[in-house]
């Protein structure tokens, strides 16, 4: 986020922040223009609405998600550098990141539990639920729900294998048609009430970037807790003629980041979600989608082209395209892959024998942690703290298995034992060396020669 190095607890982060929460407010910590709440436990009475709840404008700031794609040589083989590494090309994929206040994130939460339960009473009744895989509480993560597509593949032997890819997802969204399917699944003409109030809102928005306030107000402001002082706000942010208010004024995108995005996004999808089931099952296969990949299993011998341009016009239907770079497809005989490359699918790819995180997810966890140690010692350097002086103690914690809270390492070891995959272990196995040759690196590059042996 502008105005910080790295990550830290009063940051909002859109890879850990959950969309779909309990009722029960958890605690935010991030900084936004009011305070954080002190009374976790918020009630809501959603049966009348006196006066519609008052929303401050979302923060935003641009996630830039990183991808790494391992270069070739001409004779097909992977390139490597002078010491044996993998050459990568690093591709930027901006995802604007839109986040609520403490008290709006508190509301809105309180009021996806409500709607919510109406969502997984519709799931029931249509039994789609094993279907739609996620923002959905005690469905287990991504590595589970890898883990049983791969298990289904063994257990059907002869297949053919879809993994799909819904394009700018999120930012599509048609707000009519989201409208109408919230609508129906409250059995209602129209939205009203706390319903009305929430969708204008998320549909709506309006925000503020993190970037203009630090142009405006300067990266090392005093706002006693929050993002900026009520003061500044009430004068600078929408008090001035020209505001740094933006307004959201297309009919179709939601912000990623509030606590009913995924809701909203998995109601958005409810028909086509239901098509898909019907027309998968009468082909003798089976379907499940997380958030915006979609899945599709088939008898062996289902011819790709067909397939995938069925599934584009259902996802036209709804405003939505598909990541065609994105489809991936495989065959299997006996459960053994028939097809020249592994199935990818939520991170992970599978040969029938052997399930491994993907190389492009190593890649861009080395990434990380090379930005995040060269941001460290620059950060160090600029306040004369000499190189032999700079202490791994806090980037081991975030890049190895040293650390004690979620990092990439503790995810790839909870894969490696959810999946029964050894091998998962032994890609990170060199983990530390890893690390230890990118803080030597950026010691070079950010002291000039001088390598810290602290």
């Not at 939520?346 to 140690?373: H, W």
Request: charged share 30%; hydrophobic share 35%.
């Amino acid at each position: 986020m502008p105005g910080f190095y790295l990550s830290s607890e009063d940051e909002f982060d859109p890879s850990t922040e959950d969309f779909i929460l309990p009722v029960l407010s958890k605690e935010r910590r991030y900084k936004h223009f009011d305070l954080p709440l002190t009374d976790r436990e918020q009630v809501f009475d959603f049966s009348q609405e006196r006066e519609p709840h008052r929303f401050l404008p979302l923060l935003g700031f641009i996630d830039q998600a990183r991808r790494y794609i391992r270069v070739k040589n001409e004779d097909g083989t992977w390139k490597r550098d002078a010491d044996g590494n993998f050459v990568r090309e690093e591709k930027l994929k901006p995802r604007p990141i839109r986040f609520a206040s403490h008290s709006d994130a508190a509301y809105i939460q309180a009021y996806a539990g409500q709607l919510n339960a109406f969502y997984e009473k519709a799931l029931a009744e249509d039994e789609t639920s094993r279907s739609v895989l996620a923002y959905r509480r005690g469905g287990g993560t991504n590595i589970h729900h890898a883990k049983s597509l791969f298990d289904e593949i063994r257990a059907r032997g002869d297949c053919t294998v879809f993994a799909m890819d819904i394009s700018g997802f999120f930012d599509c969204l048609d707000h009519t048609l989201l409208r109408d399917e919230i609508a129906g699944l409250l059995g209602a003409t129209r939205l009203e009430g706390h319903h009305g109030t929430v969708w204008k809102n998320v549909t709506r928005y309006s925000w503020v970037e993190t970037e203009d306030l630090d142009k405006l107000l300067g990266r090392n402001r005093n706002g006693h807790g929050r993002v900026c002082s009520p003061a500044d706000f009430a004068e600078h942010v929408r008090g001035r003629k020209d505001g740094l208010v933006r307004t959201h004024s297309q009919t179709f995108g939601i912000p990623q980041g509030t606590p009913i995005s995924g809701l909203y996004a998995n109601i958005y999808l409810r028909t086509f979600d239901r098509e898909m089931i019907a027309w998968v099952s009468n082909l003798g296969g089976s379907y499940r989608r997380y958030s915006d990949d979609i899945a599709v299993i088939l008898p062996l011998g289902a011819k790709v082209r067909h397939v995938v341009a069925v599934v584009e016009k259902m996802l036209a239907d709804f405003g939505l395209a598909m990541s065609v770079d994105k489809t991936d497809t495989a065959d299997f005989k006996g459960g053994l892959l028939a097809s020249s490359t592994p199935i990818q699918y939520l991170g992970f790819t599978f040969d029938g024998q052997k399930t491994l995180i993907r190389a492009s997810s190593i890649d861009a966890y080395r990434g990380k942690m090379r930005r995040g140690i060269h941001a460290k010692l620059i950060a160090a350097k600029s306040k004369e703290i000499p190189s032999a002086e700079v202490f791994k103690r806090e980037s081991l914690a975030r890049y190895t298995h040293l650390g004690k809270r979620r990092n990439f390492l503790r995810y790839a070891y909870k894969a490696a034992d959810v999946m029964g995959s050894p091998e998962i272990r032994g890609q990170v196995s060199r983990h530390v060396t890893w690390f230890n040759r990118a803080w030597d690196r950026e010691v070079s590059r950010v002291y000039g020669g001088l390598v810290a042996t602290s």
